[in-house]
């Protein structure tokens, strides 16, 4: 998440910036109108059901994510929509900045501080389990440090992230990101019934996506799916586990270079700081200047209104980037042992999340 | 899509907390009166 600034793809010479930002407007266009078709795809139901006639109860999350993965595992996205669609990433961040409003700061330090801790447990068990099941699979260590790292801290941004420092090869790169992907997607359909068999609460139903969904895209989505308060405390759990990522990826950095294959972290402060999720940091700007009174009640409800809107196209991105294909292309092994782990993974979180609601810890 | 993880051409934390600050001030300020969903 923290070093986006890099050119556009590997072409000899670059089109100048405005090229660049024209590129992006028929992708953007595309998500946002998605985004609005599953909006609108709500109301009719709503209109329908009124007027006593069947109209599946989806919410427009869903159709936004069923229409994405029709568009993209059906038909297949047009290069002319590629570069815009990967803008998804800049409606979901901003979406997640905008959704601080909502939070008042000292829960954010309560929850996210109590979140912090969880996650420190997960990580120091899951990293563990996907080495051993690595291992079991006789998966490439690199391979298997990267599903280790991407479904531990936050998918694709962590492996993007721990592909120079740990010198993965492309392969093992396209493989771990794509088993996540997968996985992620699964997560989506799979959180939410879960939850309701267990009659979980808003709150910790969404701190339990937050941790243990590994994208950002896919946890904010997984918690969404099960209510608007669900979705930003998925945010807020999620949010405390990216802000991991630097210290799990320099471990693996350092871990590799004393195997002599990979090159050694000289500044490692440095090192950290180009790790970091930089959206963090507006993230708790806003809710400092909300928890503040800065904003008027009616302001606050149109910067919360405002983040759903962001939320819109980022949501139809999570089904147009998800190839449901990937999960039988990549070869079973990764993707078993990534299933395992995962499930490892939901379970040890759901586990702690239930422990800690029911002995009152967190309220 | 055949590249999930195609980079943009501009830092995207830096521009979402720009424009999120952005409509935050506009709307603090008034001249963005309200938004509904």
């Known amino acids: ?363 | 899509m055949e590249s999930p993880t195609r980079k943009l051409a501009f830092n995207v934390d830096a521009a979402a907390i720009a424009i999120a600050l952005t409509f935050a001030a506009l709307i603090r300020l008034n001249i963005i009166h309200r938004i509904t969903w």
């Open chain 1, 1 to 363: 998440m923290s070093a986006q600034t890099i050119p556009f793809p590997t072409a000899a010479r670059q089109p100048p910036r405005s090229k660049q930002l024209l590129a992006l407007l028929p992708g953007t266009l595309l998500l946002f109108a998605i985004g609005l078709a599953g909006k609108a795809l709500e109301s009719l139901g709503i209109f329908l059901r009124a007027h006593h006639h069947y109209f599946p109860r989806i919410e427009y999350v869903l159709w936004a994510i069923i229409l994405g993965l029709v568009i993209s595992n059906v038909f297949s996205v047009p290069a002319i929509f590629r570069p815009g669609v990967a803008t998804y990433e800049l409606w979901l961040k901003l979406g997640i900045v905008l959704v601080a409003a909502k939070f008042v700061f000292a829960d954010v330090l309560h929850i996210g501080g109590m979140s912090l801790v969880l996650v420190a447990i997960e990580l120091a068990l899951s990293l563990t389990v996907m080495t051993i099941l690595g291992k079991i699979f006789r998966l490439p260590p690199k391979l298997t440090s990267l599903l280790a790292i991407g479904s531990s801290i936050c998918g694709v941004t962590a492996i993007m992230a721990a592909q120079p420092a740990i010198d993965a090869d492309e392969q093992d790169t396209t493989t771990a990101i794509a088993a996540i992907l997968a996985l992620g997607a699964l997560a989506l359909f799979t959180f939410p019934v879960i939850g309701h068999l267990l009659h979980m609460g808003q709150q910790p139903y969404g701190i339990w996506a937050g941790l243990a969904v590994d994208n950002t895209a896919e946890a904010t989505v997984t918690g969404a799916l099960y209510g608007d308060l669900a979705g930003r405390f998925a945010i807020l759990a999620k949010t405390a586990r990216s802000a991991f990522i630097g210290f799990v990826v320099l471990g693996y950095a350092i871990y590799w270079a004393s195997q002599g294959q990979a090159a050694r972290v000289e500044r490692k402060a440095l090192f950290l700081w180009q790790k970091f999720p930089k959206f963090i940091l507006g993230f708790m700007a806003l809710s400092i200047l909300a928890s503040l009174g800065f904003f008027s009640a009616g302001q606050l409800a149109s910067l919360g209104n405002l983040s759903k809107w962001a939320f819109l196209p980022a949501f139809a991105g999570v089904g147009l980037r998800t190839q449901l294909r990937d999960l039988v292309t990549q070869g079973w092994r990764p993707i078993l042992v990534g299933v395992l782990g995962e499930i490892f993974i939901a379970l040890i979180t759901l586990g702690m999340v239930l422990a800690v609601y029911h002995h009152g810890a967190a309220q």
